[in-house]
């Protein structure tokens, strides 16, 4: 079975503050790690993957397979960066479902 | 730049009753797909579709559910008999292929209220 776990359902830091969002997977094979936003009335969007290994926003996320961890940071948070974030896993197989984890909703402070 | 729409945004209905949600994916999509929401709680996975037939779904997905693709355009989430536990936000997606990594489009949303 998938498994995703984000344990902290809300994060308030200041701007300019850094930031790291927890994600924790329990899965047996390879997985394909994602993070998800969700700014205010606007639908879900992919932030980044892991399979990119890429910054967007000034995000980025690092697979630690020994850990099971998939945490997103940012260096210097801005006040646009409040929203609710979604850590996804899924297969490495072809239409694979994504397992969501709760969600953390980070409130960035002027 | 193409969107997945959903329609109704907002759909209140009686206990037992049918209800009927539509999607209309990204046009050049193969791969289409329904979470929902429940108030609170994390988003759920009920169903993907490809190629005209389900290819997975989860133990949320029972008799009461099905999903149709009538045309070249629509994708639709029916519930035959709406529990008071439907009710929820339902999320359809859609993505171009099932390669590694390809991202999920989703669209706004469905809430469904049932009384």
């Known amino acids: 079975a998938q498994r995703v776990t984000q344990p902290e359902k809300l994060l308030s830091v200041f701007k300019g503050a850094p930031v790291e969002l927890k994600c924790n997977y329990s899965y047996s094979g390879s997985p394909e790690l994602f993070w998800y936003v969700q700014y205010s009335r606007q639908r879900l969007q992919l932030l980044l993957r892991?399979?990119s290994r890429e910054s967007i926003k000034g995000f980025t996320a690092d697979l630690n397979k020994g850990e099971t961890s998939f945490h997103l940071k940012k260096p210097f948070a801005q006040e646009e960066d409040s929203a609710m974030y979604y850590c996804?896993?899924?297969?490495?197989?072809?239409?694979?479902?994504?397992?969501f984890g709760e969600g953390t909703q980070l409130t960035v402070n002027p | 730049e193409p969107e997945v729409t959903q329609t109704p945004s907002h759909q209140v209905t009686q206990m037992g009753q049918e209800v009927i949600l539509r999607c209309v994916p990204i046009?050049?999509?193969?791969?289409f797909y329904w979470y929902r929401q429940i108030l609170g709680q994390k988003v759920e996975f009920l169903v993907s579709?490809?190629?005209?037939?389900?290819?997975?779904k989860s133990e949320i997905f029972d008799d009461q559910f099905s999903v149709e693709r009538p045309d070249g355009s629509n994708f639709t989430l029916k519930i035959r008999s709406t529990k008071l536990e439907d009710s929820a936000m339902y999320f359809c997606?859609?993505?171009?292929?099932?390669?590694?990594?390809?991202?999920?489009?989703f669209g706004e949303g469905s809430r469904l209220t049932v009384l």
């Open positions: 892991h399979i």
């Open positions: 579709f490809y190629n005209n037939e389900i290819s997975e």
């Open positions: 996804a896993l899924s297969r490495v197989t072809s239409g694979s479902r994504l397992t």
């Open positions: 997606a859609s993505r171009r292929s099932g390669g590694v990594g390809e991202e999920l489009f």
């Open positions: 046009s050049n999509h193969l791969y």
